[in-house]
Nanobody, 124 residues
Framework: QVQLVESGGGLVQAGGSLRLSCAAS????????MGWFRQAPGKEREFVGA????????YYADSVKGRTTISRDNAKGTAFLQMNSLKPEDTAVYYC?????????????????WGQGTQVTVSS
């Protein structure tokens, strides 16, 4: 079992930056690939990006590529989502998720554990 808790969401103006954290407790954090997803009202959950258990590889959705960085600190059991040049269309609830088998995935249903989500609102 892994428990995930996101933090760092809030209200930010367009063009601003935000850093979300995902604190994990339970089993060894490095066992898990970590994914970040978001869900806007009335829309499906959308893949944002992911990172391998070791942190050696990342992958980003086209919608955030170039302005987003995912990282992790395995010693502290925490993953991070740094988003820059935020746009109003980035407004959503952001979730971190842990995947216990194999590589990361862009599919939300491949992940085993989820945080409660944190709201990010970007004003124009």
């Amino acid at each position: 079992q892994v428990q995930l808790v996101e933090s760092g969401g809030g209200l930010v103006q367009a063009g601003g930056s935000l850093r979300l954290s995902c604190a994990a407790s339970g089993r060894t954090f490095s066992y898990y690939a970590m994914g970040w997803f978001r869900q806007a009202p009335g829309k499906e959950r959308e893949f944002v990006g992911a990172i391998t258990g070791s942190g050696s590889s990342t992958y980003y959705a086209d919608s955030v590529k170039g302005r987003t960085t995912i990282s992790r600190d395995n010693a502290k059991g925490t993953a991070f989502l740094q988003m820059n040049s935020l746009k109003p269309e980035d407004t959503a609830v952001y979730y971190c998720a842990a995947k216990s088998r194999g590589y990361w995935s862009t599919d939300w249903y491949a992940y085993d554990y989820w945080g409660q989500g944190t709201q990010v609102t970007v004003s124009s």
